[in-house]
C-alpha cells in the first residue's frame, strides 16, 4: 500500500519540477495591439512570399494618448501621442520612413506627425522612464534600417511615438494613417479636374472614436474601433519620384 504512495508521490515531484523549469507562457499586453500585414487587390505581388517584390512590416501600437506639456515656443499643449512598435518579418532589413497623418472626421481636419523634443521626453518619462526602449521620432527611427526578426525568435522591434499638439480637444472621431510600413504603390485613373494619374501608397488605417466629456479629454476615453485595415490610399507623389520608374515622355506634337 505504501509503495504506490510512495510512487504517485515521486511522480507529483517530478512534474512540479518540470512545471518550474518550463518557461512561463507568453502574457499578451492587454493595452498592446499588432496588425499583421494582410494582402489587398492593388498588390503588385504575394506580400506573403518572401521573395516577392512587395513587402510589409508588422505594428503594434497602444491607443493614442494625451499629455500636457510646456512646449518651448508654444506655451503650455494638450499633446496627442500614438506608442508603436515597428517589426521586421520579411527577408531583408527595411527603411522605415513613416508619415502619420491624424484625420479628424468631426471637422474634416488634417493633422501631420510633429518632432517636439520636450514633448517626446515627457512621452518617454510615462512610457519608458528606464530608457530601455529607446522610444524614437519619425526621423530618428528612420536614420537606420529595421532588422530582421525571425519568426521563431523574440522580436526585434523599433519603438517610435507620433506627436501632435494641434488637435481639437472636442474631437469625437478619428482615424491615424500610417505610411511607409510597406513599399506597395498602385496607380489609378486621375480624378475629376485633375490631369495627373493619382499614386496610391499602401498605408495602414486605424480608426478611434472618443468617449465620455466633450469638454475634459483623457487618455481613457480614447477607445480603438476595429479592425485595422491596409488600404491604397492617395498621396502627393508624382509618377516620375517612384522608385524604378522613368519619367514619362510627351508624345511629339
Known amino acids: 500500500m505504501r509503495r504506490p504512495m510512495i510512487l504517485a508521490f515521486l511522480l507529483a515531484m517530478v512534474g512540479v519540477g518540470l512545471a518550474l523549469a518550463a ?51 508654444r506655451g503650455r499643449r494638450v499633446c496627442w501621442y500614438l506608442w508603436y512598435q515597428v517589426i521586421n518579418r520579411t527577408k ?12 479628424v472626421h468631426d471637422n474634416n481636419t488634417v493633422h501631420h506627425d510633429q518632432i517636439l523634443p520636450k514633448v517626446q521626453d515627457a512621452i518617454r518619462q510615462v512610457e519608458d522612464p528606464t530608457d530601455f ?33 494641434d488637435v481639437e480637444p472636442q474631437t469625437q472621431r478619428f482615424s491615424i494613417f500610417v505610411s511607409g510600413l510597406s513599399n506597395g504603390w498602385a496607380v489609378t485613373e486621375p480624378l475629376g479636374m485633375d490631369k495627373e494619374p493619382v499614386v496610391r501608397r499602401k498605408t495602414l488605417m486605424l480608426n478611434f472614436k472618443r468617449v465620455g466629456n466633450k469638454g475634459e479629454i483623457e487618455s481613457k476615453d480614447i477607445q480603438f474601433v476595429g479592425p485595422a485595415q491596409w488600404i491604397y490610399r492617395a498621396s502627393s507623389i508624382k509618377l516620375p519620384t517612384l522608385p524604378g520608374e522613368k519619367k514619362q515622355e510627351k508624345p511629339a506634337p
Open 133 to 165: 526602449l529607446k522610444i524614437k521620432n519619425s526621423v530618428t527611427i528612420a536614420s537606420e534600417p529595421i532588422p530582421v526578426s525571425k519568426e521563431e525568435a523574440l522580436p526585434k522591434a523599433m519603438t517610435g511615438v507620433a506627436i501632435w499638439d
Open 92 to 103: 531583408d532589413s527595411r527603411a522605415f520612413i513613416p508619415d502619420f497623418e491624424l484625420v
Open 23 to 73: 518557461p512561463p507562457a507568453p502574457v499578451n499586453n492587454p493595452n498592446e495591439r499588432e496588425v499583421k500585414p494582410a494582402p489587398d487587390v492593388l498588390d503588385k505581388d504575394d506580400i506573403t512570399n518572401p521573395d516577392g517584390k512587395v513587402w510589409c512590416l508588422d505594428f503594434k501600437f497602444k491607443d493614442p494618448r494625451v499629455l500636457t506639456v510646456d512646449v518651448p515656443g
